[in-house]
């Protein structure tokens, strides 16, 4: 890849998930509040961004990539990126509770700053507290809270395939949700995620993810029989919502009236649907998407992050306002994580890994 390609997705990356963590803090600060007006909420109260466990998980899916990555490097042989991510929402959850010590593979599990409960998401808990991973084939619940989406971007940002961002996107979700609903939303956000990391616009990302839930079946792994199920149980509901979403952003609707038409955000497909609605009709603006996303009565945290993870791609980490971007928590942490996204695994002409410091981070990790 070119330095100048390199330095657009790099932009794209970090636009993403700093866009995403800028969405979540704007929108924690009202997320269980009523009665909101339009813009009522334009900057972060107290002039500092407070992440909440939306942009904590989302780092921790990078992570598991990185380090399923990594071992995959040096090794030959790792496990399904999934797999991976299920280790890391287990290293997630340790910062969440005192659980008896696993085996970590995260680093940043260690990090002090992420080491604190910021209104986790139950079901999330409960899932990954029972032991068991659920997957499309044996779903663990009936779930479709909007937690089994709002941290899959870094799958979209990573993976090499329109196919692998889907599938992957959707049996992330399906570890901790089981409805169809979600593990489809999830689905089809990781499509919209890596269009727009391959540089197309919102609009197009959008349209052909849509359009691949009516045309397009997945052939290349194991569990693509499970996920037709799922697929024809749900898709005739969610590409009904999301094309409504589409039509209300094109038609310029009034951002509350559509939002509240949409739904609250607290399930999977009206946050995504709520996403789009405010990534769509404010494309050229990350400001004017993230307030409107994240000002209404419903889950506004995680509408915050998906739009913030959807629009941040699409204009790149420079267009988002300095005011914004410099005052949210954990900047420089985010940025670190999305440029490993960007570089990958680094080895040298031998395909061997010589940078010590990501080796600490990616292989030894904690657990190593
Ligand atoms: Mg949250």
């Known amino acids: 890849m070119s330095d100048a390609s390199i330095d657009v997705l790099r932009d794209r990356i970090r636009g993403s998930l700093i866009g995403g963590a800028i969405g979540d803090a704007l929108g924690y600060q009202i997320e269980f509040e009523k009665?909101?007006?339009?813009?009522?909420?334009?900057?972060?109260?107290?002039?500092?961004?407070?992440?909440?466990?939306?942009?904590?998980?989302?780092?921790?899916?990078?992570c598991a990539l990185l380090w399923r990555e990594t071992r995959w490097t040096i090794r030959g042989i790792a496990m399904l990126p999934p797999e991976a991510i299920y280790l890391g929402y287990l290293d997630w959850l340790s910062t969440q509770q005192r659980v008896p010590e696993h085996r970590l593979i995260s680093w940043i599990a260690k990090i002090p700053e992420l080491n604190v409960l910021r209104a986790p998401g139950m079901t999330c808990i409960d899932a990954l507290s029972s032991g068991r991973a659920g997957s499309i084939g044996e779903p663990i619940n009936d779930s479709k809270g909007c937690g089994g989406v709002m941290r899959i971007a870094p799958i979209g940002l990573f993976v090499s395939s329109d196919e692998k961002a889907a599938v992957f996107s959707a049996e992330s979700c399906a570890l901790t949700h089981g409805h169809p609903l979600a593990i489809l939303s999830a689905y089809t956000l990781g499509l919209i995620i890596y269009y727009i990391r391959e540089g197309w616009t919102i609009k197009k990302a959008v349209k052909t993810a849509i359009s691949k839930m009516n045309v397009w079946t997945p052939e290349a792994y194991y569990y693509t029989k499970n996920l037709e199920n799922i697929w024809n149980r749900a898709k005739n509901d969610l590409s009904e919502l999301l094309e409504r979403a589409v039509s209300l952003a094109r038609d310029k609707t009034e951002d509350l009236k559509a939002i509240y038409e949409l739904g609250g955000g607290w399930v999977a497909e009206e946050a995504l649907a709520i996403a789009l609605f405010c990534s769509l009709?404010?494309?050229?603006?990350?400001?004017?998407?993230?307030?409107?996303?994240?000002?209404?009565d419903g889950d506004s945290d995680s509408t915050?992050?998906?739009?913030?993870?959807?629009?941040?791609?699409?204009?790149?980490?420079k267009k988002i306002p300095d005011y914004f971007k410099n005052n949210v928590e954990l900047k420089d942490l985010i940025l670190e994580i999305?440029?490993?996204?960007?570089?990958?695994?680094?080895?040298?002409?031998?395909?061997?890994?010589?940078?010590e410091e990501w080796l600490k981070k990616y292989f030894y990790s904690i657990g190593g």
Do not use: C, W
Request: aromatic letters at 10%; zero cysteines; a negative charge.
């Open 304 to 317: 915050g992050a998906i739009t913030g993870n959807i629009v941040g791609a699409a204009l790149g980490y």
């Open 35 to 62: 009665d909101i007006k339009p813009r009522q909420v334009t900057r972060f109260f107290d002039d500092y961004g407070v992440i909440s466990d939306d942009t904590q998980m989302t780092l921790f899916t990078a």
């Open 338 to 355: 999305a440029d490993d996204l960007t570089t990958g695994v680094p080895t040298d002409e031998n395909g061997e890994i010589v940078d």
């Open 281 to 296: 009709k404010y494309e050229d603006s990350f400001e004017d998407a993230v307030i409107a996303t994240v000002n209404h």
